[in-house]
């Protein structure tokens, strides 16, 4: 097979004995041909090798972040590993040990190798030295619902086929095969049509001919693209997608691993939902011991008043409709974009990847708001698991400088598809607002017309009804105390979802330009800001003196506590389920915000301080 393609170099692994593997039924044969390969990878336990369900690990709580779990955020930022020398970064560090992270387990190094660890780490921003004592083939534990692991699905020769397509730039050696290696051992053969690697200008030595000879050793075929200069994530995954020979695509990052049973669950809902982006639960990969950790599945993709990509917790309404059936897929207004599934023919019909998004960011919103609007969806298979190392800051260069890129990109997505809201973006981003001067994105308005798409007052209405954004018939600006001219602010501090949580407090009013001062205030009741938090105060039954009345800045719920009246006439906030009133404590802290009985004091009077936002 050739493809012709001036600026890519293609090579294809063999696809070694494929017909055997389908054909033959006998875990002996099976185990016979995995010998053959065997030692190229290093040794985990076998048991699992081949797809079979582990249980969760004993202790493995012990390895979540204390406050639950970490959040994907929208925008990895960090700078690029100076004080590397050539050396070090072109030598593949790979030395597996027997059993190191086995079933997820974390990694431990040992003090003398701190050092070591620590001069390493930079180069991925992980910890590169546990990464490279784990074999390829590590055992990972099966984390899905127990009515996963029992759900029958439709006959497997009746899925679509899946070309998987992984992008990566001078990945680490293990991390980038064990990729591959997880997908290979827990994948029906029969379903996984090749797996498809591109190279987008990686500069290190073993990720050439020594790559190209490493995955000559995999039982489905694996094809290298090599770009000749870098061109981002977006370009590479459409170099990829082009070439990819089965119906369905298959998205990954490069530092991933597929756990057990994740991809019957994605393709058996494509099936029956052909127009939409499915994506799997992603899991935690710690990027300090490389442990196997179990993500919140009660969780959704959006985004916040910056357009950063933010998991946040589903509402009441949602969870509701969750009861009937957990384990059955449910919409999410966004994806992540690292990782999702989609019929390859409806990917290009809709219009695949914005081309002039430069290297990465923005992409992921940018897909999302054009399915939905689009006639598409978005959904979230829980059956199916995948781990994704999370880094806090990035090891890559952006060329042409990373706030010009990313703001770049995120201009052409709210030009495109934000309609109104891309006055109150560009409003509070002013750096974003100049990029999106002289943009030209007239093909991608013609294919918003042809594809005959809704605007975003329908995406927020229909598909996030939940949103914090202001629009017409909601309050948004400061809720200031008209007796201390202080403003109502929300903390900083980091609650389970990554999101800003604690108690209600007083500051200084800030000014018309900075968000962090604002609140939203629906027809429904709901005081609202930034990341999806709102104003909280406890339940009748919990009321009980000034400590227990304190209101504080939660995740919203959707629960009546959550829920506000404010009279103009007598400018107070009534707390609707207890009938108390917005007060500040009388305490020596006079910044906080408490509920007390409704009275005439004018420390209940409060003034929504309207702000513009379009």
Same mark, same amino acid.
């Given at each position: 097979?050739? *493809?012709?393609? +001036?600026?890519?170099?293609?090579?294809?692994?063999? !696809?070694?004995?494929?017909?055997?593997?389908?054909?033959?039924?006998?875990?002996?044969?099976?185990?016979?041909?995995?010998?053959?390969?065997?030692?190229?990878?290093?040794?985990? +336990?076998?048991?699992?090798?081949?797809?079979?369900?582990?249980?969760?690990?004993? $202790?493995?709580?012990? =390895?979540?972040?204390?406050?639950?779990?970490? /959040?994907?955020? $929208?925008?990895?930022?960090?700078?690029?590993?100076?004080?590397?020398?050539?050396?070090?970064?072109?030598?593949?560090?790979?030395?597996?040990?027997?059993?190191? %992270?086995?079933?997820?387990?974390? /990694?431990?190094?040992? #003090?003398?190798?701190?050092?070591?660890?620590?001069?390493?780490?930079p180069l991925h921003r992980f910890n590169l030295l546990a990464s490279d004592r784990i074999p390829l083939n590590r055992t990972l534990p099966d984390v899905r619902r127990p009515a996963c692991k029992t759900k029958v699905y439709v006959d497997e020769e009746s899925l679509p086929e899946v070309s998987v397509i992984i992008v990566f730039h001078n990945e680490a050696w293990s991390t980038l095969l064990r990729t591959v290696w997880s997908v290979v051992l827990r994948s029906p053969h029969s379903l996984l049509s090749e797996i498809i690697l591109v190279d987008d200008a990686s500069d290190r030595d073993f990720l050439k001919e020594e790559l190209d000879k490493a995955v000559l050793e995999l039982p489905v075929p694996v094809h290298i693209i090599r770009l000749k200069t870098r061109i981002g994530l977006v370009g590479a995954r459409l170099a990829g997608a082009r070439v990819a020979v089965a119906p369905v695509l298959l998205f990954?990052?490069?530092?991933?691993?597929?756990?057990?049973?994740?991809? /019957? #669950?994605?393709?058996?809902?494509?099936?029956?939902? #052909?127009?939409?982006?499915?994506?799997?639960?992603?899991?935690?990969?710690?990027?300090?011991?490389?442990?196997?950790?179990?993500?919140?599945?009660?969780? !959704?993709?959006?985004?916040? =008043?910056?357009?950063? *990509?933010? =998991?946040?917790?589903?509402?009441?309404?949602?969870?509701?409709?969750?009861?009937?059936?957990?384990?059955? #897929? *449910?919409?999410?207004?966004?994806?992540?974009? &690292?990782?999702?599934?989609?019929?390859?023919?409806?990917? *290009?019909?809709?219009?695949?990847?914005?081309?002039?998004?430069?290297? !990465? %960011? &923005?992409?992921?919103?940018?897909?999302?708001?054009?399915?939905?609007?689009?006639? %598409?969806?978005?959904?979230?298979?829980?059956?199916?698991?995948?781990?994704?190392?999370?880094?806090?800051?990035?090891?890559?260069?952006?060329? $042409?400088?990373?706030?010009?890129?990313?703001?770049?990109?995120?201009?052409?997505?709210?030009? /495109? =598809?934000?309609?109104?809201?891309?006055?109150f973006f560009f409003k509070f981003n002013p750096e974003v607002g100049l990029q999106a001067r002289g943009q030209n994105i007239t093909d991608r308005l013609i294919l918003r017309e042809k594809l005959n798409c809704k605007n975003f007052e329908w995406y927020l209405k229909n598909v996030w009804p939940q949103h914090f954004f202001p629009q017409d018939g909601r309050f948004f600006g400061r809720i200031k105390h008209s007796e201390s001219e202080k403003c109502m602010k929300k903390p900083v501090s980091k609650g389970v979802l990554g999101q800003p949580m604690g108690s209600a407090t007083l500051g200084i009013c800030l000014k018309d330009e900075d968000l962090n001062g604002m609140f939203v205030m629906t027809e429904e009741g709901i005081i609202m800001t930034d990341e999806s938090i709102c104003l909280d105060a406890p339940q009748k039954n919990e009321f009980e003196g000034e400590k227990k009345g304190a209101v504080k800045v939660m995740g919203c719920s959707g629960y009546p506590r959550q829920k506000w009246s404010y009279n103009e006439k007598t400018y107070q906030l009534q707390h609707a389920s207890t009938g108390q009133c917005l007060d500040i404590s009388t305490s020596s802290d006079t910044s906080s915000i408490v509920l007390r009985t409704c009275s005439t004091e004018k420390s209940q009077h409060w003034i929504l301080d309207s702000v513009a936002w379009k």
């Open positions: 097979m050739k *493809f012709i393609n +001036t600026n890519l170099d293609f090579k294809c692994g063999r !696809w070694r004995n494929r017909r055997i593997l389908i054909l033959c039924g006998s875990l002996v044969t099976i185990v016979l041909l995995w010998t053959n390969f065997y030692s190229s990878i290093g040794s985990s +336990t076998s048991d699992n090798s081949w797809g079979v369900n582990l249980k969760l690990a004993a $202790g493995q709580r012990e =390895w979540q972040d204390s406050r639950g779990m970490r /959040v994907v955020v $929208g925008h990895y930022i960090g700078p690029s590993v100076d004080n590397a020398t050539k050396e070090m970064m072109n030598k593949n560090y790979f030395a597996p040990e027997q059993n190191a %992270g086995h079933d997820g387990r974390p /990694v431990e190094i040992a #003090p003398k190798e701190l050092y070591l660890m620590r001069r390493l780490f990954l990052d490069a530092h991933c691993e597929a756990a057990p049973g994740f991809l /019957v #669950p994605l393709l058996a809902h494509l099936r029956v939902s #052909p127009r939409s982006a499915v994506c799997p639960i992603i899991d935690i990969i710690s990027d300090e011991t490389l442990a196997y950790i179990k993500s919140f599945e009660l969780h !959704w993709g959006a985004f916040n =008043w910056n357009l950063h *990509f933010r =998991w946040y917790t589903l509402g009441n309404s949602e969870l509701q409709k969750r009861k009937k059936d957990m384990t059955a #897929p *449910f919409p999410s207004p966004a994806m992540a974009g &690292g990782l999702f599934a989609i019929m390859k023919e409806y990917f *290009f019909e809709v219009g695949a990847y914005d081309e002039k998004m430069k290297i !990465w %960011g &923005g992409e992921n919103l940018e897909l999302s708001f054009r399915l939905w609007q689009c006639g %598409g969806k978005v959904e979230i298979v829980p059956c199916s698991h995948i781990g994704h190392i999370f880094r806090k800051s990035s090891p890559y260069s952006f060329p $042409g400088g990373m706030r010009e890129i990313l703001s770049t990109n995120l201009a052409r997505m709210a030009l /495109v =598809w934000m309609d109104s809201w891309v006055d």
